[in-house]
Every structure is written in structure tokens, then in C-alpha cells.
């Protein structure tokens, strides 16, 4: 007492089969018609549940065929779809000999019901059976117009499917070409920036070379300095611009980490730093832990930790104190230093690359450390800010998800 389910679909399939099982049917499966009407010849089966759309042999044929089979064209044929919803497909399927149909999904009540009612009345006999009499070419022309009608929604489809698709091409090309003029401001800027230790360089050796004969010892230490300065610089630089570009091809994956552990690694890291400057560093006890990538913000606060200790008024002892609190679901952790503070109209500058606000005879430096912070920061689902007063100093902060 088998049910034959005939789906093209494994997921349809086998979901029915779960289904038929819990409801006390045992059941066998076809993923066409053509399957089906061979293993309804070769064993009995209280009833069918067939798909419409399939390869090979439609739901359409398949009935067909049961009910032109006088061998098995007893066998109750239900059409269970969720393709064909039109009033005129339903004509057809019954006009083919169909017993049942149902739109799918269809509630396991009224699934149920329907089965059992189904198999019942084809055992007491009372389905109807075809008048064998029936126009075959009407019933040719019936099935190929719905054919035709599902084509052409099939068509409709595809031509909304090729307009999106078109859209989405159009607004992939202007990201591209907005990317391109980035990248060659990036590139134009780059080009500037490391251009100045090269003419340094070669402006220093070229004096050298004339007048070095005539100038006392003292001083061609001194241009050798300024060219091994230049050359120290152009390495930076290019290690900076390295690290900022390779930030935003790096695929990253979050996880715990505790900022104590982040902050003790980025002092270590600017020991030589906070030694020379003989600047004073207080870290709050408690720290927090975040949703990050540990060496990316062990970077990240190097570089917030090496400005704090760099921008301070010549002479001045440099100040830096660590915190962090708890803000809802996120933690801000927050560099606080006694330096010269930022400009209020420089605001909008800091985060851009090579952009430098003060004498860079003063502060050395590149330009590109705050961008990465930014970009790292950013990478990692976090925010960064800053506020300043002008002479009093700044707190530069991220913002990263609690862990
Ligand atoms: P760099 O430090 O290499 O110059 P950054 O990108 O790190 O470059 O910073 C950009 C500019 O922002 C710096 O040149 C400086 O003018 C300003 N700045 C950054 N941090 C501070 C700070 N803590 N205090 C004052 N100015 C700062």
C-alpha cells in the first residue's frame, strides 16, 4: 500500500516522503513522469502525487498516460504544484484524467485529508473514469496552450531577471570607475610624497659631489646624515603605504580579545619611543574585552599610542593615560594625551593619507598612520574618533563590539 510521489526535486521529494511517513504511508519516489509510469507497471500503488513542471515527461503526460493505461488507470492521480496556479491548468489536468488538485503548500491537514479521501473513493470505486471519447486534438491544443502560457511567463522572468542584472552591471561599473579616480589621487599622491626624500637625496649628493672636496669634515657628516635620513624615510614610507594597502585586501576574521593584552603589546612595541621621550604612561586597571583581530589592533593602537607621545610641544614631558568603558553593546577605549592638540578646522583632514597638520621638520612622520588606523578599525565592524583642544591635548578613541 505504497503512495508514488513524482517530483523533480530531491527536497520535494523527500520532504513529502517524512511527511507521508509520520502520517502512516509507506511511499516510493520518481523525479519524472516517465520513471513513474514505469514502476506503476511494475507495482501496485494506492495513488500518485505528481508535480506538473518535470523533464522527460510532464505531470500533464504522465496523467495521460495512467489513464490511457487501462492496467493502471485506476490508480488515483493527485496534482500537487506550485507552478501552475492558473484556473485554465487545473481544467487541463482534470481533463487528463486527473483525480485531485491541490496548489502547493498546501496545510498537512488538507494534504491529508485529500489523500485519504482519495484513496478511499478509488477503492469503493466511485472515481470517475474518462470518457475514453474525448477529443485528443482539443486535449492537444489545451496542453500546448498551457505549455505556451508557462512559457511566456518563464520568458517575462528572465527579461525582469536581465533588466536587474543590467542595473546591477551599470552600478557595478560606476563603483569600478569611482575606485579608479581613487586610486589615481592615491597614486598622484604617493608619487608626490615619496618624491621629496628622493630629491633630498639626490639634491644632498650632488653638493657632495662638487663641493665636498672643499667642505670640512663636520659638515659632509652632516649631508651623509641627511641622506641616510632621506632613505630612512622613503623606507617608511613605503612600509606605511605597504601595510595601508594590504589592509584592505586582508580577509580578516573577528574573535575575542582582551584589550589589556592589546594595549601591554602596542607599549612594548614603542618601548624605544616612550624610553627617549621619557613619557609617562598610565593604563587603567580594568580593561575589557572586544570582538577584533588581535594584531591588527596591537597595530592600530601603536600608531594611536606613537602620535600621543609624538605631538607634544617641544620640551614638553609627554602624558598618556588608557581607559576604557562600556558603551551598550560596543567598547570604547580611549587615548588620552597632554600634547598640542588638533586644529578645528583640520578635522575633517586627519584620516586622510600623507595628510600631516603640523611642521613635519617638528614631527616626523608619514601621514598614512591615522588612515590605516581608520581603515583597520573600520575593517573590524569598529569606529574611531577623536576630540581636541588646541594646546591641551586630544583623546583619539575606537570603538570596537563587546566581546
Ligand atoms: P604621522 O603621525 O605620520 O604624521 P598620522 O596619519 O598618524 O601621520 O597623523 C596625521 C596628522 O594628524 C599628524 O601629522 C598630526 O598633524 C595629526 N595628529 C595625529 N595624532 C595627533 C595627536 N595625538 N595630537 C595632535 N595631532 C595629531
Redesign the pocket.
Same mark, same amino acid.
Do not use: P
Given at each position: 500500500m505504497k503512495v508514488l510521489v513524482v517530483d523533480d526535486r530531491e527536497e520535494n521529494r523527500a520532504i513529502l516522503q517524512v511527511k507521508l511517513k509520520a502520517h502512516g504511508y509507506e511511499s516510493e519516489t520518481a523525479g519524472n513522469g516517465a520513471e513513474a509510469l514505469a514502476m506503476l507497471r511494475d507495482r501496485p500503488f494506492v495513488a500518485v502525487i505528481a508535480d506538473l513542471l518535470m523533464p522527460v515527461m510532464d505531470g500533464y503526460q504522465l496523467t495521460h498516460a495512467i489513464k490511457s493505461d487501462d492496467r493502471i488507470k485506476d490508480v488515483p492521480v493527485i496534482i500537487y504544484t506550485s507552478t501552475y496556479t492558473d484556473p485554465k491548468d487545473e481544467a487541463l489536468a482534470r481533463n487528463l484524467g486527473a483525480n485531485a488538485y491541490l496548489l502547493k503548500p498546501a496545510t498537512d491537514e488538507k494534504f491529508f485529508a485529500l489523500l485519504t479521501d482519495t484513496i478511499a473513493r478509488a477503492a469503493r470505486g466511485e472515481l470517475p473514469s474518462l470518457p475514453v471519447s474525448q477529443d485528443e486534438v482539443q486535449r492537444l491544443r489545451d496542453y500546448t496552450a498551457r505549455l505556451i502560457h508557462k512559457l511566456e511567463d518563464k520568458i517575462e522572468e528572465v527579461s525582469t531577471l536581465n533588466a536587474t542584472l543590467e542595473q546591477r552591471v551599470a552600478a557595478a561599473t560606476a563603483e569600478l570607475r569611482e575606485a579608479n579616480a581613487e586610486l589615481e589621487t592615491y597614486v598622484n599622491t604617493a608619487t608626490h610624497d615619496l618624491r621629496a626624500p628622493l630629491r633630498a637625496i639626490e639634491g644632498f649628493s650632488a653638493l657632495l659631489r662638487e663641493e665636498g672636496e672643499r667642505m670640512p669634515a663636520e659638515d659632509r657628516r652632516r649631508l651623509l646624515g641627511r641622506i641616510e635620513a632621506s632613505a630612512a624615510q622613503m623606507q617608511r614610507l613605503m612600509q606605511d603605504l605597504l601595510d595601508y594597502s594590504r589592509l584592505k585586501q586582508r580577509e580578516i576574521v573577528v574573535e575575542k580579545v582582551a584589550l589589556s593584552e592589546v594595549v601591554r603589546e602596542a607599549l612594548a612595541r614603542i618601548g624605544p619611543e616612550i624610553d627617549r621621550s621619557h613619557a609617562v604612561v598610565e593604563v587603567s586597571p580594568r580593561l575589557p574585552d572586544v570582538r577584533g583581530v588581535a594584531p591588527i589592533l596591537v597595530q592600530a593602537v601603536a600608531?594611536l599610542f606613537?602620535?600621543?607621545i609624538?605631538?607634544v610641544a617641544p620640551g614638553a614631558r609627554p602624558k598618556v593615560a588608557v581607559s576604557a568603558e562600556r558603551q551598550g553593546e560596543t567598547v570604547r577605549l580611549a587615548i588620552r594625551?597632554n @600634547?598640542? %592638540? /588638533?586644529a578645528p578646522d583640520d578635522r575633517p583632514k586627519?584620516f586622510r593619507v600623507f595628510?600631516?597638520?603640523?611642521d613635519p621638520t617638528l614631527?616626523p @612622520?608619514? %601621514? /598614512?598612520?591615522?588612515?590605516s588606523v581608520k581603515r583597520a578599525v573600520t575593517k573590524m565592524g569598529g569606529d574611531l574618533g577623536f576630540e581636541?583642544e588646541p594646546g591641551r591635548g586630544?583623546v583619539?578613541w575606537i570603538e570596537l563590539p563587546e566581546a
Open positions: 600608531n606613537s602620535n600621543a609624538k605631538f594625551d @600634547g598640542i %592638540g /588638533i586627519i595628510e600631516r597638520l603640523h614631527y @612622520g608619514t %601621514g /598614512i598612520g591615522l588612515a581636541s586630544s583619539f
